[in-house]
């Protein structure tokens, strides 16, 4: 029932506090999977280069006897290289704000500071995964994975392969193709020419739905049904998971990606890595430059760093490309 006739409510007042927790809550996709497995390096210039060398294919050798020596000639090895890419991000808070009480200390230069360290870890992870072909110049770019592989693809209708042009010294970008549902068929067919090609595939990253559909793809009853015994039929749990599939050509494990989830033009790719042939070079690693001049009654900041991809030899990597990356139709 109502209340009397003239209580007097708290919608009325207009001196009561208002209450704010002192937990500020943060949801986000702060994992960077493949940044953070990479090897880290150091370059010392703008357009790190390179050489890669591929060792002939077997044919038949046989000489006769007590016959002169032929000389083959010497095929020089292939110089690569990309390019550096500066990365910043930047916050400013008043001095007031430093010194009042905020909820949770939250809005200050140093909680500031952490958000812009952890969402630049994401720019790289997202540079390195999306086809963006390297540019030279002054606002340099360093050529991402789908840029540089050629040799163990699959790719839809259509798909075009990237690539290092010795001729302008950048990458070239992929063309997409038709897209395609991701298949056993298709994963074993990428580890099949690795294998050929003398790579060590034993790292897949693919967006968060590429996982669930891996999942589906390794209970399949032509690879390993799930099958987990209960007891009593008490506290049992149905576990559906997998992330290592040992098929013809070796053991690889999924990674998924919540980077390569933002939007269909990174999800719809599905890498092939080894670690021995691809890693992250710092020119200046990401860190807060020292020497930005006080101008006002506030504390500002900024990270700034430089770095590139180095692909080793785009031959021990692989990519499964256009596929349904986001969902069973996009």
């Known amino acids: 029932m109502p209340a009397p006739n003239n209580t007097f409510l708290s919608t009325s007042a207009v001196g009561n506090r208002q209450e704010l927790s002192d937990v500020v809550d943060i949801t986000d996709t702060w994992e960077v999977p493949i940044y953070s497995w990479l090897n880290k390096g150091k370059c010392v210039s703008t357009n790190p280069t390179w050489e890669k060398d591929v060792i ?72 390195i995964v999306t086809n963006n072909a390297s540019v030279g110049g002054a606002t340099r770019e360093f050529g991402g994975l789908p840029t540089w592989l050629e040799t163990n693809v699959s790719r839809g209708s259509g798909g075009t392969n990237g690539g290092y042009s010795s001729g302008t010294g950048l990458t070239v970008a992929a063309g997409a193709g038709t897209q395609r549902a991701m298949t056993k068929t298709l994963i074993d067919g990428v580890l099949q020419s690795g294998a050929a090609s003398g790579a060590k595939l034993r790292d897949i990253f693919g967006s968060l739905y590429l996982k669930s559909v891996f999942v589906t793809i390794m209970s399949d009853s032509a690879v390993a049904p799930f099958r987990y015994s209960v007891t009593d039929g008490k506290n049992n749990t149905m576990i559906a998971n997998a ?32 670690k021995e042939k691809v890693e992250f070079l710092w020119l200046r690693k990401l860190a807060n430059d020292p020497n930005l001049a006080k101008t006002g009654d506030n504390s500002k900041g900024v990270i700034i760093g430089e770095g590139t991809l180095k692909v080793v030899n785009e031959r021990g990597l692989g990519v499964l490309a256009d596929l349904y990356g986001l969902t069973s139709g996009s």
Not at 97 to 107: K, L, P, R
Not at 258 to 269: E, F, H, T
Request: proline residues 5%.
């Open 243 to 274: 992330d290592y599939y040992e098929g013809p050509h070796g053991r690889v494990m999924f990674h998924p990606n919540p980077q390569m989830s933002l939007a269909a033009g990174v999800a719809r790719n599905l890498f092939f890595l080894d």
């Open 56 to 127: 002939r294919a077997a044919g038949e050798n046989i000489k006769a006897e007590g016959s002169d020596y032929e000389f083959n000639a010497t095929t020089p090895p292939v110089k690569v290289g990309n390019h550096t890419q500066i990365m910043s991000d930047s916050w400013i808070v008043s001095n007031t704000q430093e010194v009042v009480d905020n909820a949770g200390q939250y809005e200050r230069t140093k909680q500031a500071k952490l958000n812009v360290g952890l969402a630049l870890k994401k720019d790289v992870e997202l540079a």
